[in-house]
């Protein structure tokens, strides 16, 4: 069996294991946390298959018609991801509403405490986002959101997250919904410049946003940046001509 087919088998074999928890799940045999992990796994999965198929050489001799299939089929897992974590992030906001023992964690065994649990998962999200490995960041933050709707630093991330790949994908829905996250991200901290940074970033990438692009970039440099926050801005800093 040639790899690409291997990658098929397994990509089938993921689906069903997606679907299989899904219907657990309504069933009321899998709890809400676990289906959240389920996910992170199997769309971290999917993304880690659909790097390595793009990767491959068509066997055929048509390789320059066959390379925009290998594109859109990734294009289409990374924006299945972020649908999915839109979908786990809704279930496991609901479960942070639940009754639940204090000094658990969201799947219920004893751990630690709150802070220091939105501690753990913001630097291991941190790392993945560094390991260029959005979908288990996405899950950690939305462990966060979990534990802190209110938590700026998850709204941010995830928000930019989820608004990348549904841009790249052409997905009003979804950037609607992300933008949104940033949107509140810098209502509960206006003086945060970590996410008045993202929100413009999204303004920016919007088509007929200058003005508010513009104005977001203005009260961005009265925030103190970092000097990492002001690189990532430089380029769009010189684009609206604003000082820097």
């Known amino acids: ?32 946390a676990a289906l959240a992990a389920i996910l992170a796994r199997e769309y971290a999965a999917i993304e880690s298959l659909a790097e390595r198929a793009a990767t491959l050489r068509d066997p055929d001799p048509e390789p320059v ?5 290998v594109r859109v089929r990734r ?16 279930v496991v906001l ?30 291991e999200a941190e790392a993945d986002v560094a390991n260029a490995n959005d979908v288990a960041a996405l899950a950690a933050y939305a462990q966060v959101l979990a534990l802190d709707p209110r938590n700026v630093v998850a709204l941010s991330q995830s928000g930019w997250l989820d608004f990348s790949a549904a841009s790249a994908a052409k997905d009003a829905t979804l950037v609607a919904r992300a933008t949104s996250m940033l949107r509140r991200a810098i209502t509960l901290a206006p003086r ?4 008045r940074l993202y929100y413009a970033l999204a303004a920016s990438d919007t088509p007929g946003n200058a003005l508010l692009a513009t104005s977001e970039w203005r009260v961005f440099l009265t925030l103190n940046p970092s000097p990492a926050q002001r690189a990532v801005a430089a380029p769009y800093l010189a684009r609206y001509k604003l000082g820097g």
């Open 1 to 32: 069996m040639s790899e690409r087919h291997e990658i098929e088998d397994e990509l089938a074999l993921r689906e069903a294991s997606i679907a299989d928890a899904r219907r657990e799940f309504a069933a009321g045999e899998l709890s809400d």
């Open 65 to 69: 018609a066959a390379a925009p299939t």
């Open 75 to 90: 294009r289409r897992w990374l924006l299945v991801a972020a649908l999915a974590f839109a979908l786990a992030l809704a």
């Open 94 to 123: 609901w479960s942070a509403v639940q009754p639940r023992q204090a000094g658990t964690s969201i799947t219920g065994s004893v751990t630690l405490g709150r802070a220091a649990q939105i501690t753990q998962l913001l630097t």
């Open 192 to 195: 945060d410049p970590g996410a």
